[in-house]
């Protein structure tokens, strides 16, 4: 589902009901996402679940594009060896017209002055032929090519659908790249509106003799430095949504918001046990293996082709002839007359130059790389299987981590800008506070994003798009 809103200037929740970030906070959030590059002007923005983004991808991505056509020109190519099995049946008329200067046949019979026509020319040429051929002994060649086009045809449509599962993994990669951005430049911007106001207080108690003048140096450096952060944070987001807008087929300046909750996307993913991933049947299922082993299999049936290219092949032929002149009929030039045929056409080449071994020395080259890329690629499967087991398991033990490392720093924030208030806290203990907090919420952000990049990179590792 995909809407259009205008950015509000009150700032929302965070994730997981968190409390909402201090009003100044998004304020100045608001305030900068409204600011476009015309210096005023507010602009749309596209909200996008992820569910959404993968849809609109699926449905405007020109890598797909290219496989389905690809998938489409296999099919065709197997009907058409497949048709090669099959009786043709041709037709053909023709109509030509001869120079009338061909003299006709004549004789003079002896001991006569007089001259006889014997066969005159007929210059008007029509004829129409109906023919029928059948092959009989290359049936087990075509039976072995029609065998490989159909495993062609069928590693091509696996190879289709790892490609929309590739697909699928780049955008909710992206998706969720975008989102963490999103939270860092809010957990930025909001380190930022805190910053400043610690900064008024110690420029006041400066002002008042207070606090020394080391400690408004420090509080500017460390704005200075969140600035900076800031605008990291703002390239980093545009860079997100360039790379989102791609792949889903949205202009490249349109402003995307995930609203999709880490966690919330994949449901079942968590469900699919890591040992379950590597066994037999599901490392054999999963395209990009299947596909191979079609290749392997095509691959043997042209091998056994090539080796079909020693015998003799025999077809069986019907024709019917209906001419003017028909030159089985020399009698009649000026007549229509029809004939027919049956046969039988052998034929057997003998020696060709060492032609045929060398194209079953080939056939069987290309049949060893098949196998040996399958079992490579088999054995790359295995070991991305094993990383994605730690993969999953350690983004689960992050996010909890993080959790709690956020509610640390929240809590120690908290005390030390009490202890500040009270005169028993520095203002360095204030700023390294701060930190540890900015540094503990963007440690959330990118183990949030992590969790939700490693079930969908569970999902495609099955060669799978839901």
Known sequence: MVHEVVLAVQAPAGRGGRAARPLGAA???ALLAALGPDGGAAQAVRELTVEGSVRMGLEHNARLRAAHADAEAARAGERQVGAARLPALRSQTSYGRLSSNIPP???TLPGSDSTFTFQGVQLDRVQT???????????????????????????????????????????????WNLSRALELRATVESALAGVEAH??????RVEEGTALGRDLLAAQTRRSEVLLEQVEAH??????????????????????????????????????????????????DRPRI?????????????????????LPELDFYARWLYAKPNAYFFMEPGRFNATWELGLSASWGIWEGGRRSAAQREARARLEAAEARLQATSEQVAVETARLRLEVRRA?????????????????????GRQFEEGVALSADVLDAEEALRRARAHRADAMADRAIADAAVLNALGRVW
């Not at 689960?396 to 030390?416: K, Q, T």
């Open 27 to 29: 304020v100045l959030c």
């Open 199 to 204: 900064l008024r207080i110690v420029r006041d």
């Open 235 to 284: 390239n980093q987001v545009r860079v997100g949504q360039l790379e989102l807008n791609r792949l889903i087929g949205l202009p490249l300046d349109e402003d995307l918001r995930p609203v999709s909750e880490p966690g919330t996307d994949l449901p079942s993913v968590a469900q699919r046990s890591p040992p379950a991933m590597a066994s037999a049947a599901v490392m054999d």
């Open 105 to 107: 046949v004549e004789f």
């Open 290 to 310: 299947a596909a191979l082993n079609r290749q392997v299999l095509g691959l043997r049936e042209r091998l056994g082709a090539a080796g079909t290219a020693r």
């Open 396 to 416: 689960a033990e992050a996010v909890g981590v993080a959790e709690e490392n956020v509610r640390e720093a929240e809590e120690s924030f908290r005390v030390v």
């Open 129 to 175: 032929e109906l023919s029928l051929e059948v092959p009989l002994l290359a049936q087990l060649r075509l039976g072995h090519e029609t065998r490989a086009a159909r495993h062609d045809a069928a590693a091509v449509a696996l190879t289709l659908e790892q490609e929309r599962s590739d697909v699928a993994f780049e955008i909710r990669r992206a998706y």
